[in-house]
């Protein structure tokens, strides 16, 4: 049976899913290649990747009952918070368009197959590329030597939507943003934004993958991610373009607002959540980074969730203090 659109709630609201099991979800669907289109445009709003290149976008153009509904999906892909990991992303397909594939193979909820994809597979979508390192979110520069390093994320949202308004979304009756990871993080900080650029008669919500980052205490008792994020949000001039009402609620600490868990509650548009309860990335770079395992105790509960020992299980569940 299909599904309804998303539940097609009318007030806001938060759906948080927590999957325990890792088994990969395996798919038949081989895809459909769609071609990259760069935003001409986004020069004259000094939108730009990492490496000043012009940033990108895939479109599949819907069809039938769907072709005025769209999904918006941004892609994922960590961030840079230091002048060094900028540079050497700005070398790769995660800082410059120069570097990346000119198609993309557009599967899951991307997908055209309607067996696969039932409630979307016919809708306008999108799948924004990924170039900033900061979420879509940085507005600032600086100059290395004789080059320059765009941190230009916020910019680039805009110029994509700028450019995607006469293309026909501006005419949207339903409408998704989604995204993967620090895609799904993009999604928490755009999401209000997207919808003020649609018909107020279109029906929007949001959906983040595996982005909502926590801004918990290591097993060294640090606070890694936080300390992560705010010398992104320095670095990358992202304070301004956080919610004012999430970082006037929470000075003289703005940068909490780059973390899900605080910027939530200031998100007017429905949002729903799906995250893994032994999310890789965060368990990994978050609760147990490198530097709070020196001795390297927690490297089979890392490699495989199911070694764990119950201590280790409880401090993951959070019903124990974070020890040494």
Not at 188 to 193: S, V
């Amino acid at each position: 049976m299909k599904t309804p659109w998303l539940l097609d709630l009318t007030a806001a609201m938060v759906l948080l899913v927590f999957v325990a099991s890792s088994m990969p979800l395996v798919s038949s669907d081989p895809g459909q290649r769609v071609s990259m289109t760069l935003v001409r445009g986004a020069a004259a709003l000094g939108a730009f990747c990492l490496d000043g290149s012009l940033p990108a976008y895939h479109l599949d153009k819907g069809f039938g009952a769907g072709s005025n509904n769209w999904l918006l999906q941004f892609e994922g892909g960590g961030w840079c918070n230091d002048i060094a990991s900028c540079v050497e992303r700005s070398k790769t397909r995660r800082g410059s368009t120069r570097f990346m594939s000119k198609t993309a193979v557009f599967t899951g909820i991307l997908s055209n197959n309607a067996s696969l994809n039932p409630d979307f597979y016919n809708w306008n979508k999108v799948r924004l590329r990924y170039c900033d390192g900061a979420s879509f979110a940085g507005d600032a520069q600086f100059r290395n030597g004789t080059s320059m390093l765009y941190f230009r994320g916020q910019r680039i949202w805009k110029a994509i939507i700028l450019d995607l308004l006469p293309k026909g979304l501006a005419k949207a009756r339903k409408a998704l943003l989604t995204g993967c990871s620090a895609g799904g993080l993009s999604t928490f900080l755009h999401c209000d934004n997207f919808k003020n650029y649609l018909p107020k008669t279109a029906n929007v919500k949001c959906m983040s993958d595996a982005g909502f980052f926590l801004d918990a205490i290591d097993v060294a008792s640090n606070r890694t991610m936080r300390s992560f994020y705010t010398k992104l949000v320095s670095l990358q001039g992202i304070q301004k373009n956080l919610d004012p009402n999430c970082t006037r609620a929470f000075y003289p600490e703005p940068s909490l607002c780059f973390f899900p868990q605080y910027a939530l509650r200031f998100i007017k548009t429905p949002m729903f959540i799906l995250n893994s309860a032994y999310d890789v990335f965060q368990f990994h770079h978050g609760l147990v980074p490198p530097s709070a395992d020196r001795t390297k105790r927690w490297n089979h509960c890392k490699l495989n969730v199911t070694a764990c020992n119950p201590h280790q299980l409880d401090a993951l569940q959070g019903r124990t203090c974070w020890e040494h």
